[in-house]
């Protein structure tokens, strides 16, 4: 089909276009292939060497005769040169595909020296970190043995640190280098897009080698300046300052060029595709905060303040040591620390005369007036004893002071002179600093970096005298900040600078006795009222104080806390005399003293002063120790509101126990005096705590956290100011609901007795008195003159207990357990009475008179073991008198109207006798007069004599105020429809009606 249409053949290429063929045999350029192959000079001398030179000269002509057709990177022969015609040359598909192959192994070859160059800076960048990690390692292996021994020969690795700040800059700048090669490389070009995912791998690798290097020579700064600290800094070398200047100015412009530059990439950087369906959350597991990723966010600088922070860091300990042997190395307080001394009583510390501001601001021996020797046994009394004076000695400070200034002059000026560091730590708080421009370097030989010299860099000519002073202060005052924990250090523990202990140092403070730590606290407050030490070092002083303590108080409640609780497992709560006739249980006794090192330290707390002390700028260090009165406070609280809660809970259960098994005076010990006396405790701590624990803002100027923390210079972050107010709001409101549970328990405690005596007395009068005739007796009998036996057994059942159980009370306790067993008897007698509604004749109700009077009898009488204010505290209560004006009201039987002489004969025989005289009698009683009853003595008249109830006018008008006053007339047994009154005129006759 196909020849049918175009002929047997097709026509040549030429006469498509119209145009003449050009057939030769000759490439259109001239290759020079003289250098391209060399023979070898070894044995393998068939093996052709290929120069790389000759190669690249020879891809070059080829370039000119043939061209690069994309996409798919074909060759072709290059016609320019032979204008339209069609050329041809017969080899030129063969040479095409060798410069294809050709340029194809050239890429291949750029592509791998791209990654031989990378992949060697990555292993030198490793080898970098791996020597920084070992000069890091032993700078702190010398800091850690400087910790423990001082040494004046100290080498620090930071005379290298210039040298090393050039390492690192060489390092941290591989990356840009990669990118210049590719950029420059045009055998790279076209793999770009190929390389896209492997450089970014490249990249972060990078980015994660400079972190990494970047924090290990940031931590050689760091610690080295740790161990520079505890040379002898009169024997430093001009040379080291310069070094240790330098290098620190260097490597703070590599932080800043490297946080610059990682904030830059984060817009660029390429994207690794991931696989994982949370990708986006890889940064928030633990990989991701425990590798050098992140390292990019965490690395800072090391600014000169930051410098001099460490430099006073570590030499505070320095000052620490001196001021340790100024205190604890003194041979009186020794000889008197290794005798026996008496046990010192929380309970008279701090002394009530010891308030806020109660000792002279300056009790120094040039200001004397004559009341400072006075003011100085004061303070050094600790209990009976008197601890050392150290104030006529010189204070061991002075001199190392003036070391520091002299020494900090010296290296600030090295600074000032040599660096930058000074001009942008301080134009940088008028926002004027500009950013510093990082050139990055190549490697520097060896030589090159020991040719470095001091730059010639002036400010203003010379260092401004006020910068320096401002300087200064801010090292001392940081120096002093860092003193007292470093003091306390060397107290806990002596090794530093000592050696081996000897049996005539002190030993660990905490060992030691309660008597000697606060021996040496008075001390300690002595040199701090007599300005022996600066105002910074002052503070620090009195926060030592305060710590020491509270480290005795907190050490000694342990103890007694422990034996508090192993006694509440196995006290049978006997009764222990506290004098003053005052009793306790032995556990209530142990709580109670576990209390007085706790309230000890409040009292401390709350009265202690402030110091007035120059405050800081925004940039200045603070020298004051921040919250240093809640930092003993809550601890304190936290202790006592342990120590109510267990309290609470023996009291509580033993209570319950004790009332449960009826054994009264145990019951009565703990209800009456232990639950008292915790209730008490607790009251009180709540009142010392109130001051510091009401105040919800910590800003306010009231009373509170509040004002205590604005006295302690500007606070570090108000959030944690925040919290610590809560919190002590909170422990204050944990102790007011303890002390509100203890109260109720007391107040239950009580009901549950009085509950419980009632149910004793029920269920005592339902046995064991008599009911039925024998209350009904004939009133011509005659009258009973002894009490029942019933009555005797009642006492000795319920109320000999009680009085028993209270005997190791005090009068108020008594009392009130008394009352509450009398109450409770008497008034359920007189319920069972009413209940059982039992009658009484005269004769009866003259026997319960008796048995009435024993009670009364035995309480006032030795048999009960009361004293007497009990006694007549207790005959006072209104239920005797109810119970009096019961048996009066019982006494006064009503009368029966005159009979006829057929029923004379019938009355006699009655067992209830008439009276006469009914109108004379009537007369001359009245209303007022009481005329309803009969003495309570039981003497009858001539009437009485005979037989007949007669009306008595010595009657008590509290008969009228009785409880059921009804009730008990209708238990006579002569009780009418109608009570008449003895007055004629208020009782009508009928035929009046």
């Avoid at 021996?365 to 009976?384: A, K």
């Avoid at 304190?636 to 126990?657: D, G, I, V």
């Avoid at 239950?748 to 005739?773: H, I, N």
Wanted: glycine letters at 6%; hydrophobic letters at 35%; a neutral charge.
């Amino acid at each position: 089909m196909a020849e049918s249409i175009v002929g047997p053949r097709l026509p040549p290429l030429q006469a498509l276009h119209n145009q003449s063929a050009i057939e030769t045999d000759e490439l259109p350029i001239t290759i020079e292939t003289g250098g391209l192959f060399s023979p070898a000079s070894t044995a393998r001398s068939s093996i052709p060497v290929v120069h790389v030179e000759d190669v690249e000269e020879n891809v070059n002509h080829l370039k000119k005769s043939f061209d690069v057709i994309n996409p798919g990177q074909y060759v072709n022969v290059h016609t320019k040169r032979y204008s339209s015609s069609f050329v041809h040359y017969k080899h030129s598909v063969d040479l095409a595909q060798h410069y294809s192959d050709v340029r194809k192994l050239m890429i291949n070859r750029a592509r791998l020296l791209l990654m031989q160059d990378y992949c060697s800076r990555i292993l030198d960048a490793t080898d970098f970190i791996q020597n920084l990690q070992e000069i890091a390692h032993q700078e702190y292996h010398t800091w850690c043995q400087l910790n423990t021994t001082t040494s004046n020969s100290v080498a620090t690795k930071l005379e290298f640190l210039v040298s090393i700040c050039d390492d690192l800059r060489t390092h941290t700048n591989h990356w840009n280098l990669i990118k210049q090669r590719i950029h420059t490389d045009k055998r790279i070009k076209p793999l770009l897009p190929v390389l896209c995912q492997e450089l970014e791998l490249v990249r972060v690798t990078f980015q994660q080698l400079g972190a990494s290097a970047i924090w290990w020579v940031g931590r050689i700064v760091r610690t080295g300046l740790q161990v520079f600290a505890h040379t002898d800094l009169n024997k430093v070398s001009q040379d080291l300052l310069f070094t240790i200047a330098r290098g620190v100015e260097e490597f703070n412009s590599l932080v800043q060029h490297y946080n610059g530059l990682c904030r830059t990439r984060e817009s660029y950087r390429f994207v690794v595709p991931s696989t994982s369906k949370c990708a986006g959350f890889r940064k928030l597991g633990p990989t991701f905060y425990n590798s050098v990723h992140d390292y990019g966010e965490k690395l800072k600088t090391v600014p000169i303040l930051k410098v001099l922070s460490i430099l006073a860091n570590e030499r505070s300990r320095h000052a620490a040591k001196l001021t340790f042997t100024f205190f604890a190395g003194n041979k009186e307080f020794l000889a008197m620390a290794n005798t026996k001394l008496p046990n010192f009583d929380w309970q008279t510390y701090p002394r009530d005369d010891k308030v806020k501001g109660s000792y002279p601001s300056n009790t120094s021996d040039y200001h004397s007036d004559g009341s400072v020797g006075s003011v100085t046994s004061e303070i050094l009394r600790v209990g009976e004893i008197r601890a050392p004076d150290l104030s006529q000695e010189m204070s061991p400070v002075v001199d190392f002071a003036s070391r520091e200034e002299v020494f900090l002059s010296k290296f600030l000026a090295t600074v000032a002179s040599s660096t930058n560091l000074l001009r942008k730590t301080y134009s940088s708080k008028d926002g004027t600093a500009s950013p510093a421009k990082v050139h990055l370097r190549g490697r520097k030989s060896r030589g090159e970096r020991k040719s470095s010299k001091p730059k010639s860099v002036h400010w203003g000519d010379s260092m401004d005298s006020n910068t320096k002073q401002q300087l200064i202060s801010k090292y001392m005052d940081h120096l002093w900040q860092n003193f007292g924990g470093r003091l306390l250090e060397m107290l806990n523990s002596q090794a530093w600078g000592v050696g081996y202990s000897t049996m005539d140092d002190l030993g660990h403070v905490e060992l030691c006795a309660n008597t000697v730590i606060m021996m040496l606290v008075q001390m300690v407050e002595l040199v701090c009222v007599k300005d022996m030490f600066a105002a910074g070092a002052v503070v620090s002083l009195q926060s030592l104080s305060r710590q020491l303590h509270a480290a005795a108080t907190i050490g000694d409640w342990d103890t007694g806390f422990c034996e508090a609780l192993a006694s509440s497992v196995t006290d049978k709560c006997l009764p222990l005399s506290m004098g003053a006739g005052e009793h306790r249980t032995k556990t209530a006794m142990l709580f109670q003293e576990a209390f007085h090192p706790l309230v000890s330290l409040l009292m401390s707390a709350e009265q202690q002063p402030v110091l007035k002390s120059p405050s800081r700028g925004k940039s200045g260090l603070p020298v004051y120790p921040r919250n240093a009165v809640v930092t003993v406070t809550i601890p304190a609280l936290a202790r006592l509101l342990t120590t109510l809660n267990s309290a609470l809970q023996w009291s509580h259960t033993k209570t319950l126990q004790f009332l449960a098994s009826w054994s009264i005076g145990a019951f009565l010990l703990i209800t009456q005096s232990d639950l008292k006396t915790l209730t008490d405790t607790a009251l009180r701590v709540l009142k010392l705590a109130q001051p510091l624990c009401t105040t919800t803002d910590c800003s306010s100027a009231g009373p509170g956290l509040g004002s205590i923390l604005s006295g302690m210079g500007p606070p570090s972050t108000g959030t944690q100011d925040i919290q610590l107010n809560n919190r002590l709001n909170q422990l204050w409101h944990l102790l007011n609901g303890v002390t509100s549970k203890l109260h109720n328990l007391s107040s239950t405690s009580s009901k549950l007795f009085g509950q419980d005596c009632t149910r004793m007395s029920t269920e005592y009068w339902q046995q064991a008195m008599p009911v039925g005739k024998v209350w009904k007796r004939r009133s011509n009998q005659d009258y009973p003159t002894e009490p029942n036996a019933y009555v005797e057994s009642a006492v000795e059942t319920i109320l000999e207990p009680v009085t028993d159980g209270v005997s190791k009370l005090k009068t108020a306790a008594q009392i009130s357990a008394v009352t509450v067993a009398v109450v409770s008897m008497l008034e359920a007698w007189m319920n069972h009475i009413l209940k059982e509604k039992i009658k009484f004749s005269l004769f009866g109700a003259h026997q319960l008179h008796l048995d009435f009077n024993y009670i009364r009898q035995w309480i006032s009488s030795d048999m009960s073991g009361l004293s007497q204010g009990t006694q007549q505290s207790v005959l006072s209560l209104d239920v005797l008198k109810h119970m009096e004006g019961a048996v009066q009201l019982l006494k006064q039987q009503p009368r029966r109207r005159h009979k006829s002489r057929r029923d004379f004969k019938d009355d006699c025989c009655s067992e209830y006798s008439t009276s006469t005289n009914v109108g004379s009698e009537s007369r001359r009683n009245s209303l007022l007069g009481n005329s309803l009853f009969v003495s309570s003595d039981g003497a009858a008249s001539s009437s009485e004599a005979s037989g007949s109830d007669i009306l008595d006018t010595n009657i008590d008008d509290e008969a009228y105020l009785i409880p059921k006053r009804d009730e008990w007339l209708a238990l006579r047994v002569h009780a009418g429809s109608r009570w008449k009154l003895p007055l004629g005129c208020l009782n009508p006759q009928p035929h009046e009606t």
